[in-house]
C-alpha cells in the first residue's frame, strides 16, 4: 500500500514536467457560430490544433470588429476575411493568405415567390435590404449593374438580419447567404428565389484564412502547421457532417440554430468548398487577380500586386543558409545529379554530351545561388537513373515527382516547376473531356515516372502500358498499338516540332498536373533544406525567362467572354455614376454618353476579330426564337469549324493562329447578307444567324462559304479547309436544340472526314 502511494506520489509529480504546454493563439471569425465555421471548431475539438502545440481561441464577430485590423495589429494571430482584404491590401495592410475555404461565395440576393421578381430586370423599383457598400457588397451590385439596375432603381433599406420581412413584405430582397437565409424562408412557408453573382460572371472567393506577413516571419513553423491543422479540421467536418453538426449544437449553438438548419448549411457550403476543385483551401493566382480587377474597375484600389507576395507558399520566406549548411557546402565542392536523359525539353544531354533544357537553366541560377558544381552522371535512360538514386550513386534528381514509392530512398523539395498532363491520341480521336474517357483503351506511360504510380492507383481501371521513353509511347501511338500517350504538354509539344506533325495531336488535358521539386536522397536532411532554400530564392521574373526560353507551344485559350462583359459592364457602371454626380456639367455628360455608346460597342464584339461574341450571339438567337414563335418565319444556324485548327497553333504559334482567326472572319462576313448575324462562338468554331430563310438558300450559302474557304489563300499558311453543320429552328423548339442541332451536324461533317456540309 504504501509503495503504491508514492508511486500515485511520484507519478503526481512528473504530470506537469510531461504535460504538453500550449501556445495561445486567437482565431477571429468573420461572423458568429455556426456550420460556416466547422472546419475551425472541429480542429480543436478534434485535437488537431493541440497536436501541434496550440490553444486556439475561436472568437465570434462584433460589431466594430475589422478582421484584417485585428490581425494586422496581432490582437489576432489569424482570422477569417473576406476578398474585399484585396482592398487592405493595395492600402499596405501586410497580410498573408493562408488558405480559400469556399471556392465560391455565398452571398446571393433573397427574394420570395410571392414578389413576383423573376429576373434581375425586375429588382427595378422594389426595396432591398443590402449595405449597398462596394466594399462589402461588390458582387451583388455587380451583378446588378450587369443587368442594366443601378442602386438609384431600388430602394434601399437597413439590414435588419430577419428574413421573415420578406413574406411580411417589409421588403422585397435580402442580402444573404445561400447556406442560411433560404432555408429559414422556406421553414416560414415562403418560396425562396435565390440570384448568384456567379451565374453573371461574378464569382469570388470566400472566407480566406489570413495571418500577418510579421506573424509568418516570426512563426514560420507554427503558421504553417496551423494551416495544415485546419485545413485537416475542415476535411474532417465534411466527411462527418452530422458528428460535427451535434458538436456545434452542444457547445457552439450561440444562434440557437436547429439541427436541421445545421445539416442544410453544410451540404450547401461543402458544394462551395469544393467548387470546381478536390482541394480543400486551394487558392488561384489568376482567379485573384480577376477579383482584384473587379475592384480596380469600381475605383476601390489604384496599385497592382504581386499576388505571388500574399498567398502563403511553404518556406517562402527561408531563404539565406546558416552556418552547418554554409560548411556542409565548403566541404562537398559537388553534387552528383542524376537526371532523365530523354526529357525535352525539361532535360537531356546533346550530341556533345552537354547538359541541356528548362531544368539545366534552372540549375545555373542554383550553382550561382549556392556557389557550387552540381556534376551531371550520365544515365542511358530515366530508369537507370532511378536504379542510381536508390544505389546512391547520385545525391539529387534534377526533377522529380514525389511518389510513395520515392520516398523510401528520396526526399523532396517544394515544387518549382509545374506543368499540365495531357494525352496524345491520332488526330482522328475526339476530344477527352475526363480521364475515365481513356477507360477500356491502352494508355502508354514512361516507366518510372511519378504519374505512373499515382495514376494506378487513382484509376485502377485505367489499362496503363509501361514504354522505354517518350520516344517510344509516341512511335506506338502512331503505329496504332496504343490508344494514346500520357506526358506533360511541354515534352510532347516539344516532340511536335520536329515529329508527328499532322500524325498525332493533344487530345485533352488531365485534371492533375505534374509537380516537380528536386529528390533528395533521404540519408541527407542538410542537403534537402540547402535545395530548398535555393528554390525558396529564384524569382519569379528567373521562373519566367526559363518557361519562356523552352516552352513554344501552348494550350488555346478562347477569350473570357464572362470576364471581358462584366469587365465592359462595370466600365460603363463607373460612367454612369460620374454621370449622375457630374450630370449638371454638360459638356463632361456629352463626352460620358460618347464613351457609354463605344462602351456598348465594345461590350457585344469578339476582341480579336471584331465579329459578334458569344452573349451578343445568345441575345439574337433569343430574339430570332420570339420572332419566328409569333410570325411563323423559318430562321437557320451555321456552326463552322476551321479544320485541324489546332496543327497551325503547335507550328506556327498563336500569333499566327490568331491571323487566320482575323481573316476568316473576313470571310464570313464578306459573303453573308447584311441580315446575317456572323459571331465567334468560342475557339475556331463560328456560328452565323440566317434570320427569313429557307433550307435550299440555307444549303446554298453553306456550300457557298464552304467553297469560298478552301479556294483561299490564307497569309503564312496557304489553303485550309472548314466543316459546317447546318440546322432549321422548328416552331417553339428551345435555343438549346436547334444548337445541339447544328453541333451534331457539324461532328457529322467532322467524321466524315471534313471540309464538308452537314444539315439537319
Same mark, same amino acid.
Given at each position: 500500500m504504501i509503495f503504491r502511494n508514492i508511486l500515485i506520489f511520484i507519478s503526481l509529480l512528473l504530470v506537469p514536467l510531461n504535460a504538453k504546454e500550449l501556445k495561445q493563439v486567437s482565431l477571429q471569425l468573420q461572423w458568429k457560430y455556426q456550420f460556416q465555421f466547422a472546419g475551425y471548431i472541429l480542429a480543436k475539438e478534434k485535437g488537431f490544433y493541440e497536436d501541434i502545440g496550440l490553444d486556439v481561441s475561436i472568437d465570434e464577430w462584433e460589431h466594430g470588429?475589422?478582421?484584417? $485590423? #485585428?490581425?494586422?495589429?496581432?490582437?489576432?494571430?489569424?482570422?477569417?476575411?473576406?476578398?474585399?482584404?484585396?482592398?487592405?491590401?493595395?492600402?499596405?495592410?501586410?497580410?498573408?493568405?493562408?488558405?480559400?475555404?469556399? @471556392?465560391?461565395?455565398?452571398?446571393?440576393?433573397?427574394?420570395?415567390?410571392?414578389?413576383?421578381?423573376?429576373?434581375?430586370?425586375?429588382?427595378?423599383?422594389?426595396?432591398? #435590404?443590402?449595405?449597398?457598400?462596394?466594399?462589402?457588397?461588390?458582387?451583388?451590385?455587380?451583378m446588378m449593374y450587369s443587368q442594366g439596375?443601378?442602386?438609384?432603381?431600388?430602394?434601399?433599406?437597413?439590414?435588419?438580419?430577419?428574413?421573415?420581412?420578406?413574406?411580411?413584405?417589409?421588403?422585397?430582397?435580402?442580402?444573404?447567404?445561400?447556406?442560411?437565409?433560404?432555408?429559414?424562408?422556406?421553414e416560414l412557408g415562403g418560396t425562396p428565389v435565390i440570384f448568384k453573382p456567379k451565374d453573371y460572371g461574378f464569382d469570388f472567393y470566400n472566407d480566406i484564412v489570413i495571418t500577418s506577413k510579421k506573424y509568418l516571419e516570426n512563426n514560420p513553423s507554427e503558421v504553417k502547421k496551423f494551416r495544415e491543422a485546419t485545413l485537416k479540421g475542415w476535411e474532417y467536418a465534411f466527411a462527418n457532417i452530422e458528428e460535427s453538426v451535434e458538436i456545434i449544437l452542444e457547445k457552439y449553438n450561440t444562434q440557437k440554430k436547429t439541427k436541421k438548419a445545421l445539416e442544410y448549411e453544410a451540404k450547401e457550403l461543402k458544394k462551395l468548398a469544393f467548387y470546381k476543385t478536390n482541394e480543400i483551401g486551394t487558392?488561384?493566382?489568376?482567379?485573384?487577380?480577376?477579383?482584384?480587377?473587379?475592384?480596380?474597375?469600381?475605383?476601390?484600389?489604384?496599385?497592382?500586386? $504581386?499576388?505571388?507576395?500574399?498567398?502563403?507558399?511553404?518556406?517562402?520566406?527561408?531563404?539565406?543558409?546558416?552556418?552547418?549548411?554554409?560548411?556542409?557546402?565548403?566541404?562537398?565542392?559537388?553534387?552528383?545529379?542524376?537526371?532523365?536523359?530523354?526529357?525535352?525539353?525539361?532535360?537531356?544531354?546533346?550530341?556533345?554530351?552537354?547538359?541541356?533544357?528548362?531544368?539545366?537553366d534552372y540549375y545555373k541560377v542554383f550553382e550561382k545561388t549556392l556557389d557550387i558544381t552540381f556534376d551531371v552522371l550520365k544515365t542511358s535512360s530515366w530508369k537507370q537513373s532511378i536504379e542510381y538514386a536508390k544505389e546512391r550513386k547520385c545525391d539529387i534528381f534534377s526533377l522529380a515527382m514525389e511518389t510513395p514509392q520515392r520516398k523510401k530512398y528520396m526526399n523532396f523539395t517544394t515544387p518549382y516547376?509545374?506543368?499540365?498532363?495531357?494525352?496524345?491520341?491520332?488526330?482522328?480521336?475526339?476530344?477527352?473531356?475526363?480521364?475515365?474517357?481513356?477507360?477500356?483503351?491502352?494508355?502508354?506511360?514512361?516507366?518510372?515516372?511519378?504519374?505512373?504510380?499515382?495514376?494506378?492507383?487513382k484509376y485502377p481501371s485505367l489499362d496503363l502500358v509501361s514504354v522505354e521513353d517518350i520516344?517510344?509511347?509516341?512511335?506506338?501511338?502512331?503505329?496504332?498499338?496504343?490508344?494514346?500517350?500520357?506526358?506533360?504538354?511541354?515534352?510532347?509539344?516539344?516532340?511536335?516540332?520536329?515529329?508527328?506533325?499532322?500524325?498525332?495531336?493533344?487530345?485533352?488535358?488531365?485534371?492533375?498536373?505534374?509537380?516537380?521539386?528536386?529528390?533528395?536522397?533521404?540519408?541527407?536532411?542538410?542537403?534537402?533544406?540547402?535545395? @530548398?532554400?535555393?528554390?525558396?530564392? /529564384?524569382?519569379?521574373?528567373?521562373?519566367?525567362?526559363?518557361?519562356?526560353?523552352?516552352?513554344?507551344?501552348?494550350?488555346?485559350?478562347?477569350?473570357?467572354?464572362?470576364?471581358?462583359?462584366?469587365?465592359?459592364?462595370?466600365?460603363?457602371?463607373?460612367?454612369?455614376?460620374?454621370?449622375?454626380?457630374?450630370?449638371?456639367?454638360?459638356?463632361?455628360?456629352?463626352?460620358?454618353?460618347?464613351a457609354y455608346k463605344e462602351l456598348e460597342k465594345i461590350a457585344i464584339r469578339d476582341k480579336l476579330t471584331g465579329i459578334y461574341n458569344r452573349h451578343k450571339l445568345d441575345?439574337?438567337?433569343? /430574339?430570332?426564337?420570339?420572332?419566328?414563335?409569333?410570325?411563323?418565319?423559318?430562321?437557320?444556324? #451555321?456552326?463552322?469549324?476551321?479544320?485541324?485548327?489546332?496543327?497551325?497553333?503547335?507550328?506556327?504559334?498563336?500569333?499566327?493562329?490568331?491571323?487566320?482567326?482575323?481573316?476568316?472572319?473576313? /470571310?464570313?462576313?464578306?459573303?453573308s447578307r447584311k441580315s446575317d448575324y456572323v459571331?465567334?462562338?468560342?475557339?475556331?468554331?463560328?456560328?452565323?444567324?440566317?434570320?427569313?430563310?429557307?433550307?435550299?438558300? #440555307?444549303k446554298h450559302f453553306a456550300d457557298t462559304l464552304k467553297s469560298k474557304i478552301e479556294t483561299n489563300t490564307f497569309k503564312n499558311i496557304g489553303h485550309m479547309t472548314a466543316s459546317i453543320g447546318v440546322a432549321t429552328y422548328e416552331n417553339n423548339e428551345e435555343i438549346k436544340s436547334i444548337i445541339h442541332k447544328a453541333d451534331n451536324a457539324l461532328y457529322t461533317s467532322k467524321n466524315n472526314g471534313r471540309n464538308q456540309v452537314t444539315f439537319k
Amino acid at each position: 500500500m504504501i509503495f503504491r502511494n508514492i508511486l500515485i506520489f511520484i507519478s503526481l509529480l512528473l504530470v506537469p514536467l510531461n504535460a504538453k504546454e500550449l501556445k495561445q493563439v486567437s482565431l477571429q471569425l468573420q461572423w458568429k457560430y455556426q456550420f460556416q465555421f466547422a472546419g475551425y471548431i472541429l480542429a480543436k475539438e478534434k485535437g488537431f490544433y493541440e497536436d501541434i502545440g496550440l490553444d486556439v481561441s475561436i472568437d465570434e464577430w462584433e460589431h466594430g470588429i475589422n478582421m484584417v $485590423d #485585428m490581425v494586422a495589429s496581432n490582437a489576432s494571430q489569424y482570422a477569417v476575411s473576406r476578398p474585399t482584404s484585396l482592398i487592405d491590401i493595395s492600402k499596405g495592410k501586410e497580410i498573408i493568405y493562408l488558405a480559400t475555404i469556399f @471556392q465560391s461565395s455565398p452571398l446571393v440576393l433573397l427574394s420570395d415567390a410571392s414578389t413576383g421578381i423573376k429576373t434581375v430586370k425586375d429588382f427595378k423599383d422594389k426595396r432591398i #435590404m443590402t449595405t449597398g457598400d462596394l466594399n462589402t457588397d461588390t458582387s451583388l451590385l455587380s451583378m446588378m449593374y450587369s443587368q442594366g439596375i443601378s442602386l438609384d432603381d431600388l430602394n434601399v433599406q437597413k439590414p435588419t438580419f430577419n428574413v421573415k420581412d420578406l413574406l411580411d413584405k417589409k421588403t422585397d430582397l435580402i442580402a444573404s447567404y445561400i447556406s442560411n437565409e433560404p432555408f429559414t424562408l422556406k421553414e416560414l412557408g415562403g418560396t425562396p428565389v435565390i440570384f448568384k453573382p456567379k451565374d453573371y460572371g461574378f464569382d469570388f472567393y470566400n472566407d480566406i484564412v489570413i495571418t500577418s506577413k510579421k506573424y509568418l516571419e516570426n512563426n514560420p513553423s507554427e503558421v504553417k502547421k496551423f494551416r495544415e491543422a485546419t485545413l485537416k479540421g475542415w476535411e474532417y467536418a465534411f466527411a462527418n457532417i452530422e458528428e460535427s453538426v451535434e458538436i456545434i449544437l452542444e457547445k457552439y449553438n450561440t444562434q440557437k440554430k436547429t439541427k436541421k438548419a445545421l445539416e442544410y448549411e453544410a451540404k450547401e457550403l461543402k458544394k462551395l468548398a469544393f467548387y470546381k476543385t478536390n482541394e480543400i483551401g486551394t487558392i488561384e493566382v489568376q482567379k485573384l487577380e480577376k477579383i482584384y480587377d473587379v475592384y480596380k474597375l469600381l475605383g476601390l484600389v489604384n496599385k497592382e500586386l $504581386d499576388f505571388d507576395q500574399i498567398i502563403y507558399s511553404e518556406n517562402s520566406l527561408d531563404t539565406s543558409l546558416n552556418k552547418k549548411e554554409k560548411e556542409y557546402l565548403q566541404n562537398k565542392k559537388s553534387i552528383k545529379m542524376c537526371i532523365d536523359p530523354n526529357w525535352m525539353p525539361f532535360e537531356s544531354f546533346d550530341k556533345h554530351g552537354n547538359y541541356i533544357g528548362m531544368s539545366a537553366d534552372y540549375y545555373k541560377v542554383f550553382e550561382k545561388t549556392l556557389d557550387i558544381t552540381f556534376d551531371v552522371l550520365k544515365t542511358s535512360s530515366w530508369k537507370q537513373s532511378i536504379e542510381y538514386a536508390k544505389e546512391r550513386k547520385c545525391d539529387i534528381f534534377s526533377l522529380a515527382m514525389e511518389t510513395p514509392q520515392r520516398k523510401k530512398y528520396m526526399n523532396f523539395t517544394t515544387p518549382y516547376l509545374t506543368i499540365p498532363l495531357v494525352v496524345t491520341t491520332k488526330v482522328d480521336v475526339h476530344f477527352v473531356n475526363e480521364i475515365q474517357d481513356l477507360i477500356g483503351k491502352k494508355i502508354g506511360i514512361t516507366r518510372g515516372y511519378a504519374f505512373a504510380e499515382i495514376l494506378k492507383s487513382k484509376y485502377p481501371s485505367l489499362d496503363l502500358v509501361s514504354v522505354e521513353d517518350i520516344d517510344d509511347g509516341l512511335d506506338q501511338v502512331n503505329s496504332g498499338k496504343l490508344f494514346g500517350y500520357i506526358g506533360t504538354l511541354a515534352s510532347i509539344g516539344y516532340k511536335f516540332q520536329t515529329k508527328y506533325s499532322g500524325q498525332l495531336k493533344i487530345s485533352g488535358k488531365i485534371t492533375d498536373n505534374w509537380e516537380l521539386g528536386i529528390g533528395v536522397r533521404n540519408d541527407d536532411k542538410v542537403l534537402l533544406g540547402i535545395l @530548398q532554400k535555393a528554390i525558396n530564392n /529564384i524569382t519569379q521574373d528567373e521562373k519566367r525567362a526559363i518557361l519562356n526560353k523552352w516552352i513554344s507551344i501552348k494550350y488555346e485559350k478562347g477569350i473570357d467572354y464572362a470576364l471581358l462583359y462584366q469587365t465592359i459592364i462595370i466600365f460603363t457602371f463607373i460612367l454612369l455614376v460620374v454621370l449622375y454626380f457630374y450630370f449638371k456639367q454638360k459638356q463632361l455628360k456629352k463626352k460620358l454618353e460618347y464613351a457609354y455608346k463605344e462602351l456598348e460597342k465594345i461590350a457585344i464584339r469578339d476582341k480579336l476579330t471584331g465579329i459578334y461574341n458569344r452573349h451578343k450571339l445568345d441575345e439574337i438567337l433569343e /430574339i430570332e426564337k420570339i420572332q419566328s414563335d409569333r410570325h411563323g418565319y423559318k430562321f437557320g444556324v #451555321m456552326l463552322i469549324d476551321i479544320d485541324h485548327f489546332k496543327k497551325v497553333n503547335d507550328t506556327y504559334g498563336h500569333h499566327i493562329g490568331d491571323e487566320i482567326l482575323v481573316e476568316f472572319s473576313r /470571310i464570313l462576313l464578306k459573303n453573308s447578307r447584311k441580315s446575317d448575324y456572323v459571331g465567334r462562338w468560342g475557339g475556331e468554331e463560328f456560328l452565323i444567324i440566317i434570320p427569313n430563310t429557307n433550307d435550299k438558300d #440555307m444549303k446554298h450559302f453553306a456550300d457557298t462559304l464552304k467553297s469560298k474557304i478552301e479556294t483561299n489563300t490564307f497569309k503564312n499558311i496557304g489553303h485550309m479547309t472548314a466543316s459546317i453543320g447546318v440546322a432549321t429552328y422548328e416552331n417553339n423548339e428551345e435555343i438549346k436544340s436547334i444548337i445541339h442541332k447544328a453541333d451534331n451536324a457539324l461532328y457529322t461533317s467532322k467524321n466524315n472526314g471534313r471540309n464538308q456540309v452537314t444539315f439537319k
